[in-house]
Each structure stands twice: as structure tokens, then as C-alpha cells.
């Protein structure tokens, strides 16, 4: 469900399951995580890619496909210590971890944590008809998957908080004015192709460099960030508001939410 190739120094890392929109199941999580191990360890990596296959880049994860299994929960958000990245945080946080510039090439839905895997890439260039939504609210979570960290780099805190908090979808062109994407075209494969014939034409190193300074420079309270999500989205898992606020979302109407615990 995930495919890796290499093209002249180039990794091209496809979520590759188009019939349900490259929705996330778990096993896409494990392979994702592998893939990104691998290239850390691949000198011969220059730039990474990532897309979707078919239409769209990912339409967020796969809720009854993670959900059939409950260990499958307890995988994606098991970590040793509070401030460690758990399986979920690893695959958006990971692009970072790459030495390599890494683009984020987006067609039709980029929703959820397809959302938050594309906030992990360095650049996300994006067709003009994508559109854009973190979703985790319509079902009483909250983003628990590390696009926190880099998010307070790309977006005023205000709109942060908005557009996690209406779940609904933005445009490409209301992406680019809040700051989540770094360019918008007709052709996302030409315009792919001519970042990378500019970045490669930069040395490795000096690639490398710019990218951990820069990096520093928005550097951020990683592990508390990393903590508060998990610890946060463990509560509301255990809420009754969230199971109220999941069958609103499948369109129950008559929905009163408890009072709130204490935060």
C-alpha cells in the first residue's frame, strides 16, 4: 500500500491505495515508518517525493479499518516516555528527520492525517482544485500525530486553532494564504520536477545544512508538544463526548454533550 522508487537519486514515496482515497489503515503506518528509516540510512538520496496514487493525496485515516482492531490504537499511540514520538507522530515527524529536501505533491483530498503527513514534508506544492481539512474534531479528537510541532512555523496561532477546531475542508488558494502550502499550480508534476532541478543543483551538504539551521530556528518544545497531543487524545478516547460527537458526525441529531472535563 505504500510504493518506494528511485529515480536518479531521487525517492519517490507513493501512498498507493487510490479506491479508497490512499486512506491511512495501520499497515500503511508500519510501512511508512519503515520507509522513512530506510532512507535515512540511503546516502544516495538526494530529494524525496511524496504522493498519492490516483486523484487524491490521502483522505485521512481509515477509521474502520483502524478501529476493527482496538490493539491497533493502542500501537499508534503507545510510547515509552510521554515526550517520544509514538508510530503515529513518527511518520509526519520523520520527514523531518531526513537530511534531504523532502515535497509534499498534493492532487484532490488532503485531509486529516494526510494533512499531517504532508505538514511533515519541507514543501508541499499543490493543485489548485486540492483541498484541505484537519478533521479530527468532527470526531471529538484532536490532531495527536506531531503537525503541532511544525504548524506554529507555517500558521498565525488563531487560524491554527480555527482550522482544527471547524474540521472543515479549505481551498488550495485559503492553504496557500494561511501559510500550510508553499506553492499552487496547474501541474503538480511540472512544478515538482522544476524545485527538484533547482534544489539539485545545490550541493547535498549545503541542503542538509539549511534544512537543520532552519529547523533550529523554528525549533519548538518538541517532546512537551509530543506528550500533550498523546496524552490529550488518550483522554478524549475515554470521553463519552467523543463517542456523542463521533455519532453526530454519522449524522445523529439529537447529540448533548456532557460538561466538559477539566483541562
Not at 500503511?28 to 535515512?40: G, P, R, S, T, W
Not at 500525530?145 to 481551498?171: C, E, F, T, Y
Not at 506528550?227 to 439529537?254: V, Y
Request: net charge positive.
Amino acid at each position: 500500500m505504500i510504493k518506494l522508487e528511485k529515480q536518479q537519486g531521487i525517492a519517490i514515496v507513493t501512498l498507493s491505495r487510490a479506491q479508497k482515497q490512499n486512506a491511512l489503515s495501520f499497515a500503511m503506518f508500519v510501512e511508512l515508518n519503515k520507509i522513512i528509516k530506510k532512507l535515512k540510512k540511503d546516502r544516495s538520496i538526494r530529494a524525496v517525493v511524496l504522493k498519492g496514487d490516483g486523484d487524491h493525496f490521502c483522505a485521512g485515516l481509515d477509521i474502520a479499518a483502524v478501529m476493527a482492531s482496538p490493539l491497533n490504537i493502542i500501537k499508534l499511540l503507545f510510547k515509552w516516555l510521554p515526550g517520544n514520538k509514538n508510530l503515529a507522530q513518527r511518520v509526519v515527524l520523520g520527514w523531518q528527520s531526513l537530511s534531504v529536501p523532502v515535497i509534499a505533491q498534493i492532487n484532490g483530498n488532503c485531509l486529516g492525517g494526510g494533512l499531517q503527513i504532508a505538514l511533515g514534508a519541507d514543501y508541499r506544492i499543490v493543485h489548485h482544485d486540492a483541498q484541505f481539512a484537519i478533521m479530527e474534531a468532527r470526531w471529538g479528537l484532536c490532531p495527536d500525530m506531531g503537525a503541532n510541532v511544525v504548524m506554529s512555523g507555517l500558521v498565525k496561532r488563531d487560524q491554527a486553532l480555527w482550522l482544527a477546531s471547524h474540521a472543515d475542508p479549505i481551498s488550495a488558494l485559503q492553504a496557500k494564504e494561511l501559510g500550510l502550502v508553499t506553492q499552487v499550480t496547474d501541474d503538480t508534476e511540472a512544478a515538482t520536477q522544476k524545485m527538484l532541478e533547482i534544489l539539485l543543483a545545490r550541493s547535498p551538504d549545503t541542503l542538509a545544512a539549511i534544512k537543520r539551521v532552519t529547523q533550529q530556528s523554528y525549533k519548538t518544545q518538541q517532546r512537551n508538544i509530543l506528550a500533550k497531543e498523546t496524552f490529550s487524545q488518550i483522554r478524549l478516547l475515554l470521553s463519552p463526548n467523543t463517542k456523542k460527537a463521533i455519532a453526530k458526525a454519522k449524522g445523529k441529531t439529537d447529540i448533548h454533550y456532557a460538561n466538559p472535563k477539566r483541562w
